[in-house]
Every structure is written in C-alpha cells, then in structure tokens.
Nanobody, 125 residues
C-alpha cells in the first residue's frame, strides 16, 4: 500500500508560480513512476506530467515549457513546479504512483496504482 499526500496548492494570479509537492510512503519510492494529473470542474481528469524511476520525463503539450516535474528519492517526494500560470490551469491537481514496471511513459489514469487526495490550484485572471 502506498499513501500519497499532496501539498502546495492555493490561489495565485495569472503569470504567477506555485510548487506542488507529493510525499509518498513506502520503501521503494525510487522504483515508482510518478505522475501529476488535474481535473477541472465538469471535465475529465487529464494528464499533466510524469517522471519514471530513471527520471525520464514527459509533459502534456498544454504545460510544456511552463511546468517542471522532479523527484527527490531521498525524501520520497515528487514535485511539480508551475510557472507562468494561466486561468485554464485552475483544477484539482493529483499525484499518482505506478508501482508496476513500464516500457513507455504512463500518461493515462488507468496506468497508475495509487492516488493522492488532490490539492486545489486556482489561477485568477
């Protein structure tokens, strides 16, 4: 069982920045692929970014160049640095862990085994 706890959400003006953190339980965090997803009201959950256990990274086109995913295996934590935020980035942001091995970047929700409770990010115009 893996528990994930997100933090760092909040209210920010357009053009501002936030850094989300996701702390994971478990002794094998370094072997997990970690992902960030988001869900806006009335919309489906969408992929944002993923980082594999070898620290290969893949982003959704909508955030490429603005968001940066990283991980600190010593702290069992994955981060999402969000810069140049836009009102359309407003959503609940979720981190997720995939404990099974994968040969491709996991970009779908069903590819992940564990989820955090989410943290709200609101970007005002």
């Amino acid at each position: 069982q893996v528990q994930l706890v997100e933090s760092g959400g909040g209210l920010v003006q357009a053009g501002g920045s936030l850094r989300l953190s996701c702390a994971a339980s478990g002794r094998t965090f370094s072997s997990y692929a970690m992902g960030w997803f988001r869900q806006a009201p009335g919309k489906e959950r969408e992929f944002v970014a993923t980082i594999t256990r070898s620290s290969s990274i893949y982003y959704a086109d909508s955030v490429k160049g603005r968001f940066t995913i990283s991980r600190d295996n010593a702290k069992n934590t994955v981060y999402l640095q969000m810069n140049s935020l836009k009102p359309e980035d407003t959503a609940v942001y979720y981190c997720a862990a995939r404990t099974r091995s994968t040969g491709v970047f996991p970009t779908t929700a069903t590819a992940y085994d564990y989820w955090g409770q989410g943290t709200q990010v609101t970007v005002s115009s």
